[in-house]
């Protein structure tokens, strides 16, 4: 066996300062662990001979120990470098937290060669050292390395090295940790001032003093943090999406997305498509598959706007999706679970589509776990003065005005009576500003408004009744809504006669019992099973058309 050649201490001590000296500036410069602590193996290796050292820290789930840092080492040897704690060498050091020293690693029964095989190593003595990484006298990792064991340099001053190189590097991981630790909390304060934000930022859209829309607030603040389905209920114009925003901003879901879509501004054959996406090939125009609303919601909020307005087929699927918290696309078989929370909203008497048979129950009793009524504007007892100064200002600021309201403006616009309620009242405004001249807003110029506002006609909705005929024959009067002269309303004639329900749009509700099978499948084979022919034909609306279709067993895909 060869002797090392005598080495003079000092030249150890040299050298092992300038080891200590780049460690320190490679540490000291930056907390990038990935550069920095393989730099200082480099130095180890290249100027101590302390070859393919590595750093072992715990895993993320503190089960396994794995190879973090390294140098000398193929990315597939880093790779196999895990052990449990007390198997092998490392894991033996980790778990007592006490310095191993191998003299010969081919003599050591509990040396594993896990990263690094025997053959790829020098044929000479390979002595292997192993230096626990404390913090406060507890073990947090493992710096280890091979040597030669005959060499100049003796174990002893490698292994004193090595002690303050670990130490050097566990200071390190503890600054890192500290800063993780404190960026984690600035996020976690940063992320709920975010939501405090945007909770006070759609609150504060739903401007308002009055006892009956604080009432309306509280009760959608106290149920917004369960999952329960919540139906808002308001006549056109009150505000029902701003609602259903604040319900998801103060929701612990707020994080996640919130989807809006208005059941009554797309075409029936296109909604269940849109709400369910569909797959390549699914119809004509479909060349490739497509997500859904429901599906972009997935751990957020659905809102569905005019929820009365959705086709009784399409009832169905959206009963079996709050069912089963599933759906499937039009055109695919495979199920697609979903975490949604359902939000809607209606200005329609659901109870008496209901009746009509043109909602079904079940899925009326599904959205209608938490009614919330929001309170028309005339209801809300000085907020029109709050909402006509608010709006003064956006729309000020917008066109680049400066007008104020002359005396008497704000009064004769709380006593107007907002059919149209909060949108109603915005676009007044607008209008204001946009053609008032001067430097006010007249009481003259609104009172011109609001009566071309008020010779706006509501056109009857569904669900509204007729009970009256006006005496100068000017006007038909449903309920509080007025049909406009000069339009066709066919069959209105004999539901005034027979006193039968009107559907607001120019067709007699029929009772079920009323409808004669053999007529409706007479119409269907004349019209080739045309659905919204039929209806036409028949003086039904292609809704109560269907209904009946249910009611009485009729297939109207027979007759195409």
Not at 27 to 51: C, F, K, M, W, Y
Not at 134 to 160: F, K, S, W, Y
Not at 327 to 344: A, F, K, S
Not at 368 to 386: S, T
Request: proline share 4%; with cysteine; charged share 25%.
């Amino acid at each position: 066996m060869n002797t090392p050649p005598l080495r003079h201490k000092s030249q150890d001590i040299n050298q092992d300062t300038l080891i200590l000296s780049e460690a320190a500036h490679f540490l000291g410069s930056s907390l990038e662990a990935d550069t920095t602590i393989p730099a200082v193996l480099r130095s180890l290796s290249q100027l101590a001979g302390l070859n393919r050292g590595r750093v072992v820290l715990p895993d993320a789930d503190n089960q396994m120990l794995r190879i973090a840092y390294a140098y000398g080492l193929q990315p597939f040897e880093k790779a196999r470098g895990i052990y449990r704690r007390g198997e092998g060498i490392t894991g033996s050091v980790m778990e007592a937290g006490r310095v191993c020293v191998v003299q010969n690693i081919d003599e050591e029964d509990n040396f594993l060669f896990r990263a690094v095989t025997r053959d790829v190593l020098p044929n000479d003595v390979v002595a292997f050292i192993a230096v626990p990484i404390l913090l406060d006298e507890m073990p947090v990792g493992v710096l280890a390395c091979h040597r030669l064991r005959n060499r100049p340099r003796g174990i002893q001053t490698d292994l004193h090295l090595l002690r303050i190189i670990a130490a050097m590097i566990g200071q390190m991981l503890r600054i890192k940790e500290l800063i993780r630790q404190r960026t984690e909390r600035l996020e976690n304060q940063n992320s709920a001032l975010r939501s405090a934000l945007e909770r006070h930022k759609v609150q504060d859209q739903l401007l308002g003093s009055s006892s009956k829309l604080k009432q309306a607030l509280d009760e959608a603040i106290q149920v917004a943090n369960s999952d329960a389905t919540i139906m808002l209920q308001g006549e056109s114009g009150t505000g029902k999406e701003r609602f259903a925003r604040l319900i998801h901003a103060h929701s612990s879901r707020a994080k996640n997305p919130f989807v809006c879509i208005n059941c009554a501004a797309i075409p029936e054959h296109l909604l269940e498509a849109e709400l369910f996406g569909h797959e390549k090939g699914a119809f004509t125009g479909a060349i490739r598959s497509r997500a859904g609303k429901v599906e972009a919601a997935n751990g957020g909020t659905l809102f569905l706007d005019e929820i009365g307005d959705m086709p009784l087929e399409l009832q169905t699927k959206m009963l079996r999706l709050l069912q089963e918290r599933s759906l499937q696309r039009v055109g695919g078989d495979q199920e697609i679970p979903v975490d949604i929370r359902v939000l809607t909203a209606t200005h329609m008497d659901l109870q008496q589509a209901v009746n009509n048979g043109e909602f079904r129950l079940d899925l009326f009793y599904r959205l209608n776990v938490v009614p919330l009524r929001l309170p028309p504007l005339r209801e809300r007892e000085g907020d029109v003065a709050l909402l006509a100064h608010y709006f003064l200002n956006v729309f000020n600021l917008r066109h680049d005005r400066q007008l104020n309201f002359d005396s008497g403006v704000v009064s004769r616009l709380d006593s107007y009576p907002w059919p149209g309620n909060i949108r109603q009242l915005e676009n007044v405004i607008e209008r204001a500003v946009l053609t008032s001249r001067g430097v006010g807003i007249s009481s003259a110029h609104i009172e011109h408004i609001l009566h071309d506002e008020s010779q706006i006609e509501r056109y009857p909705g569904p669900n509204h009744h007729v009970n009256s005929i006006v005496s100068n024959t000017s006007k038909l009067r449903i309920d509080d809504a007025e049909v406009i002269p000069g339009r066709t309303y066919a069959g209105i004639g004999n539901a005034l006669q027979d006193g039968l329900p009107f559907d607001g749009v120019g067709r007699p509700y029929q009772r079920i019992a009323d409808a004669d099978p053999d007529q409706l499948i007479a119409v269907l084979r004349k019209v080739r099973g045309n659905k919204t022919e039929a209806a036409r034909q028949l003086g039904l609306s292609p809704r109560q058309l269907a209904y009946r279709l249910q009611k009485l067993g009729i297939d109207k895909t027979l007759y195409r």
